[in-house]
């Protein structure tokens, strides 16, 4: 059992051993487009979007490890499905691993001339560590974030994917999503 709350700083260790492993997903999916040994985000870019209430990270906590290899039941207010809002300066109590994590962005295109006024929640990313995938935590992650954007007036929720990455087209129409508008290219 784990709980999912906003990403502090002192979440950033976590965060960056998450974005390496997506990278390598990806570089090993698509060489020619991504660098190895990579990641998206610097520490100090993380910093701002942790501190940025348009760029909402979610994380999922797992439980605090008991140094016996078991974990430890904390208190009842650690289930899925956290607080929003928590302290992004590390202040909270951070007592276990993040294994997961769903980076987000509204978007939103007042005055266009073609787009309609509506607020989108995009997920920019969405990973869950490689040795706790097929345990729900991804699947509690995107419920997580369908409900903070329905709380925050959201019309829809979307994100991109990547065709070299057959398991999370996988999942993510498993959780109901369906193709918006797809990406195309011709290698040169």
């Not at 950033?12 to 998206?40: C, S, W």
């Not at 787009?115 to 992650?141: F, M, P």
Request: aromatic letters at 8%.
């Amino acid at each position: 059992m784990g709980r999912i709350r906003r990403a502090v700083i002192a979440d950033i260790p976590d965060l960056d051993r998450l974005l390496f492993q997506v990278a390598a997903v990806h570089h090993e999916g698509r060489p020619d487009l991504f660098k190895p040994n990579a990641k998206k985000y610097s520490d100090d870019e993380l910093t701002e979007i942790i501190a940025d209430d348009e760029r909402p990270i979610f994380v999922y906590e797992d439980d605090a490890d008991a140094g016996d290899g078991t974990h430890e039941d904390a208190a009842s207010d650690r289930t899925i499905g956290g607080t929003i809002g928590e302290p992004t300066d590390g202040s909270s109590d951070r007592s276990g691993r993040v294994i997961g994590y769903a980076f987000c962005v509204f978007q939103r295109h007042p005055g266009s001339h073609v787009l309609t006024d509506i607020t989108t929640l995009y997920i920019d990313d969405l990973c869950v560590d490689e040795n706790a995938r097929g345990k729900h935590v991804g699947s509690a992650l995107y419920r997580h974030v369908l409900d903070f954007a329905r709380e925050q007036g959201c019309y829809n929720v979307t994100l991109n994917v990547w065709s070299c990455n057959p398991s999370a087209m996988a999942f993510y129409e498993h959780c109901g999503l369906k193709p918006q508008k797809v990406g195309m290219e011709t290698i040169l």
